[in-house]
């Protein structure tokens, strides 16, 4: 009777297999978006946005538009916009939207919008 060292070949086999179904069940929940709860993904459009420039009167209209395209609600409490006279703000709240200089001097022009959940 020869004394083997190591493991039987059937001990192997089970820990093969073992290890594979571990791998497929990670895979299919994966794939199947178990885990998805657990991600929160943050993706922001603004690829409609533009700039619309009168050459008559040199006025500037600015339109932004912002889609969430990820997976986790986002909420936009305010925008900065650099000027010729310096940077504008823009912050929203709840009841109301509005625009100020950075160095808190007035701002020429006007503001419209909301501000909701996206």
């Not at 420039?53 to 997976?71: E, H, K, Y």
């Not at 200089?101 to 020429?108: A, K, T």
């Amino acid at each position: 009777m020869s004394n083997s060292k190591g493991i039987s070949a059937i001990m192997v086999s089970i820990i093969l297999l073992a290890v594979s179904i571990g791998m497929a069940v990670a895979y299919a929940s994966t794939m199947m978006g178990w885990f998805g709860s657990a991600m929160n993904i943050v993706k922001i459009d603004a690829s409609e946005s533009k700039i619309i420039l009168n050459p008559s009167t040199n006025q500037t209209r600015i339109q932004i538009v912002l889609r969430n395209m990820g997976t986790t609600t986002i909420k936009v409490s305010s925008i900065s916009i650099d000027t010729e006279k310096g940077k504008a703000i823009i912050n929203f709240t709840k009841s109301d939207v509005k625009i100020y200089m950075q160095d808190q001097s007035p701002f020429d022009g006007d503001v419209y919008g909301s501000s909701k959940d996206v």
